[in-house]
């Protein structure tokens, strides 16, 4: 099993930290191949939370190494914080993380961009502010990206942001021409001195790491690729325009990392026993039902606010349709099901198991955002169940709807479960 991939098949936040963590006894390397600060992932060990924006879930495991790797964007302030907390909580990450010297670098300018941008009424996308989609242009742009690499080399970076921070604050300036929020105004060499400090930190974290990852292979090593953000964020094959800018679906570790296909022997689908999405976008099984409705019951049994904006996420019951697209696309060998706890106490639930979509049904997921818009969930009613389950750990233990349920989203998927999460905790797990 060299290579295994946990990648999330709803719209992000389906609790994949928790199943990397799961899985990093059993392996040597943790990769993240996309996104960036964007991402968070949450992982409780004995009741004490870890809360990871950047840095992949590997880095609380003694022993393991992590990998950051080229298809990812950095914030260095933001990887440098994460390195601290984790130091002041007795984690020391030397030696055993590392950053690609092909990732792209968020600047100050990235992020004034985007606020500019999703400050306007119109175009919004309901993104997380932290500069991710403005990199991602410039990467693909080619004439504006810089990457970690280049952070290294003093002269080379300072004259690449003379040349690229002019041209920053006239974009800028035109994006809030007349109507919207005052613009920064950025100089180059304040940048070049902040980030040149933050490089002198930076250096011992950077590599080749799409060699470094071959070379572990080669040696027989067991990889790990942590997927940001969920498929229907995928920027191809997501609900475009309401995704991420970077490919979150397996398919984005060649790219991402560097490491071919062939080596990934192993996907995992995670999905939530019902469904969430953060920002804007299509969401046919969203509950919109009230402050006294199921929805906001929902969400605050699952504590369903993003770990990096806070926003309330939206809540709605799990779709059979969507998560059939997504563990189709991904190549999914099995599905995990987590947070089945949040779901106790409801005295009937519903799945989606088809869209109606102008008087005819539909039965496969239109990823166009806009025809998407206009799908009316068709639903399975199941019974519920009463019990607290968070306390059982074996299949055989839950009550027989929390059994039928998961079985019905097993026939729906057509994918075997292989975990049922019953809590946050790494020991709140069933393994069916
Ligand atoms: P990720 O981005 O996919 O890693 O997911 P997040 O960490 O953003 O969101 C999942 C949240 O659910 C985290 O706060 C986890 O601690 C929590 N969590 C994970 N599994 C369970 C579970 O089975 N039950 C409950 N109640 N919470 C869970
Ligand atoms: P994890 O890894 C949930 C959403 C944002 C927004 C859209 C684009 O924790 O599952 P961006 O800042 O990426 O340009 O925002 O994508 N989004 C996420 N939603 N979980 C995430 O990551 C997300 N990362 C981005 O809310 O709708
Ligand atoms: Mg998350």
């Known amino acids: 099993m060299p290579g295994?991939?946990?990648?999330?098949?709803?719209?992000?936040?389906?609790?994949?930290?928790?199943?990397?963590?799961?899985?990093?006894?059993?392996?040597?390397?943790?990769?993240?191949?996309?996104?960036?600060?964007?991402?968070?992932?949450?992982?409780?060990?004995?009741?004490?939370?870890?809360?990871?924006?950047?840095?992949?879930?590997?880095?609380?495991?003694?022993?393991?190494?992590?990998?950051?790797?080229?298809?990812?964007?950095?914030?260095?302030?933001?990887?440098?914080?994460?390195?601290?907390?984790?130091?002041?909580?007795?984690?020391?990450?030397?030696?055993?993380?590392?950053?690609?010297?092909?990732?792209?670098?968020?600047?100050?300018?990235?992020?004034?961009?985007?606020?500019?941008?999703?400050?306007?009424?119109?175009?919004?996308?309901?993104?997380?502010?932290?500069?991710?989609?403005?990199?991602?242009?410039?990467?693909?742009?080619?004439?504006?990206?810089?990457?970690?690499g280049e952070l290294l080399n003093e002269a080379h970076l300072r004259e690449r942001l003379r040349f690229i921070v002019p041209f920053k604050n006239r974009l800028l300036t035109a994006f809030a021409n007349g109507h919207g929020p005052s613009v920064r105004s950025f100089d180059s060499e304040t940048i070049a001195e902040e980030y040149l400090g933050y490089a002198q930190r930076l250096k011992p974290f950077v590599r080749d790491t799409s060699r470094l990852l071959q070379d572990a292979l080669a040696a027989?090593?067991?990889?790990?690729?942590?997927?940001?953000?969920?498929?229907?964020?995928?920027?191809?094959?997501?609900?475009?325009?309401?995704?991420?800018?970077?490919?979150?679906?397996?398919?984005?570790?060649?790219?991402?990392?560097?490491?071919?296909?062939?080596?990934?022997?192993?996907?995992?689908?995670?999905?939530?026993?019902?469904?969430?999405?953060?920002?804007?976008?299509?969401?046919p099984t969203e509950l919109t039902d009230g402050p006294d409705g199921i929805g906001e019951r929902i969400r605050r049994v699952g504590r369903e606010y993003g770990t990096v904006t806070g926003r309330p996420r939206r809540v709605g019951w799990f779709d059979a349709v969507a998560v059939r697209y997504t563990a189709t696309l991904s190549g999914a060998d099995e599905i995990t099901l987590m947070l089945l706890d949040v779901l106790s106490g409801l005295t009937e639930l519903k799945i989606c198991t088809a869209y109606e979509l102008d008087g005819?049904?539909?039965?496969?997921?239109?990823?166009?955002?806009?025809?998407?818009?206009?799908?009316?969930?068709?639903?399975?009613?199941?019974?519920?169940?009463?019990?607290?389950?968070?306390?059982?750990?074996?299949?055989?233990?839950?009550?027989?709807?929390a059994r039928r349920y998961v079985e019905r989203i097993r026939e729906l998927v057509g994918l075997k479960v292989s975990v049922v999460s019953v809590g946050p905790d790494r020991e709140q797990t069933i393994m069916v």
């Open 220 to 283: 027989g090593k067991r990889l790990i690729f942590e997927a940001a953000q969920g498929s229907l964020l995928d920027v191809d094959h997501g609900t475009y325009p309401y995704v991420t800018s970077s490919s979150s679906l397996p398919s984005g570790i060649w790219g991402g990392a560097g490491v071919p296909a062939k080596f990934i022997t192993r996907i995992i689908g995670v999905v939530k026993a019902y469904t969430t999405r953060v920002g804007q976008g299509p969401f």
């Open 360 to 401: 005819q049904q539909l039965t496969h997921f239109p990823s166009d955002a806009y025809q998407l818009e206009r799908c009316q969930p068709i639903y399975e009613t199941l019974p519920g169940w009463r019990e607290d389950i968070t306390g059982i750990r074996k299949w055989a233990d839950l009550p027989t709807a």
């Open 4 to 148: 295994t991939c946990v990648v999330g098949l709803q719209w992000g936040d389906e609790a994949k930290g928790k199943i990397v963590d799961l899985l990093g006894h059993d392996c040597d390397i943790v990769v993240r191949y996309n996104g960036g600060a964007n991402a968070g992932h949450t992982v409780v060990v004995n009741g004490k939370a870890f809360k990871l924006s950047l840095l992949p879930t590997g880095v609380i495991r003694p022993g393991v190494i992590s990998v950051i790797g080229n298809g990812v964007v950095v914030y260095p302030p933001r990887f440098l914080e994460e390195v601290d907390s984790l130091a002041q909580g007795g984690i020391d990450v030397t030696g055993n993380l590392f950053v690609s010297d092909h990732a792209h670098i968020i600047f100050p300018y990235h992020i004034e961009e985007e606020r500019l941008l999703e400050s306007g009424s119109e175009g919004k996308i309901g993104t997380t502010g932290r500069g991710i989609g403005p990199c991602y242009q410039d990467k693909v742009g080619r004439r504006f990206g810089i990457r970690m």
